[in-house]
DNA sequence: CCGTGTGAAATTCTTCACAGCT
DNA sequence: AGCTGTGAAGAATTTCACACGG
């Protein structure tokens, strides 16, 4: 029915979504697509073109209501509603995604948490009991988790990727330096802070071709 | 000279670099594309292109070597020496980038922290001093500092990155939720987990259409 | 015969530009 | 007069497909 709705598309709405929020936080009640583009570096012309594929927001002449649009656009990412996390890998980097209230905030609800080593397997992180690994796919056949962070090492990546499909798991938030493989309709997003900074030295080294 | 090379494929580069690594860790020492695109699901006619922009890597017939072709891309994205690296905002989020390993791993070495709040600027984390925003300006006009990790608040980036930039930072490693805006010839990198995970809740909307 | 390197084709994504509503 | 919504144009990116070297 909805008519194939490009991805970078979908990625570009929960930009829209909070600076949307931040105006109405302002007091702001009206916006244009070219004031919204100046805030997020965007061209009013994408951003209109954008959300033309999936409806009329705006007023001609006027420009879209903040609430309601930032409404429409929680409404389509499904961003209405919350939705149950769960960590896989509780070392330093998993017990900071625990400790973060940044998810908590916008309704993602970590559930649960995983870790293999039997001395953080029991411990409790924020009033999270973390689990045994061995315990994955029993805890995944009687709860519903929709999206799970993996903060495994490199190496066990794409084996708790797996073991996360194989228990249903549709989403993935992986934080592992590796591009793991997920089969067709299985959502996955790479958090890779070396990769992106990898990428800027590409343009540093030719402005500072200095030794250290 | 070079015929301005695509910043997608700027951003390719550290992915195939990063895959060689593994290979030639695993004693592999020859490598087709359609092999590593395998490995990082992307098509081997991409990587052949990619690397087209730069030169010839490879031998017909044969495919390329891992090392080489390694070094090679170690050396065009500047990967071949260190970068130093300081941290502005040292809340959770900024001590658990502090202690993070994996950039220091990649030759990216943080040699100064910052923070706004008198009760941690002083003390030490990581063996590195946690110095007073207020000293920013100072020390980067002192020492040379190639990328800014910021972690501060989201009202306060913007501002933060501004200093930054203002005083000769030309890359930035942005964690805090907004669009900060750099002027031209500064790179800037976003690290949004949040906006991620509500990219792909659109999808999980659809299959899954019932209220938590 | 295998696999690279690469022009050309195909596709995807962005921007233009303007008719039409307010 | 201002600003949206949108076909059409344009630009960017990806894929094709094959000549050529090993």
């Known amino acids: 029915m909805t008519p194939v709705i490009p991805e970078v598309v979908i990625n570009r709405l929960p930009l829209y979504a909070r600076a949307l929020a931040t105006l109405a936080a302002a007091g702001d009640t009206v916006v244009s697509s070219q004031t919204l583009g100046e805030q997020l570096d965007v061209t009013p012309a ?15 002449g006027r420009g879209y209501n903040v609430g309601d649009l930032r409404d429409q656009l ?30 908590t905030q916008q309704g993602f609800n970590t559930i649960a948490a995983f870790d293999e080593a039997p001395e953080v397997a029991g411990s409790t992180i924020q009033g999270i009991k973390v689990q045994s690994m061995s315990n ?10 929709d999206i799970a962070v993996v903060a495994v090492p490199a190496e066990q990546a794409q084996a708790v990727v797996d073991r996360l499909v194989k228990s249903g798991v549709q989403a993935i938030l992986n934080y592992a330096p590796i591009s793991a493989h997920v089969p067709e309709g299985v959502s996955i997003r790479q958090i890779d802070p070396v990769v992106m900074m990898q990428g800027m030295t590409y343009y540093l080294k030719d402005l500072n071709p200095d030794n250290k």
Chains 1, 2 share one sequence.
């Open 46 to 60: 994408q951003i209109r073109k954008d959300l033309s594929y999936f409806g009329r927001f705006g007023k001609q």
């Open 74 to 103: 929680r409404a389509i990412l499904g961003l209405d509603r919350t939705w149950s996390v769960c960590v896989v890998g509780i070392g330093r980097l998993g017990q900071a995604i625990l400790e973060y209230d940044g998810f």
């Open 136 to 145: 994955l796919e029993n805890y995944l056949a009687g709860e519903t988790v």
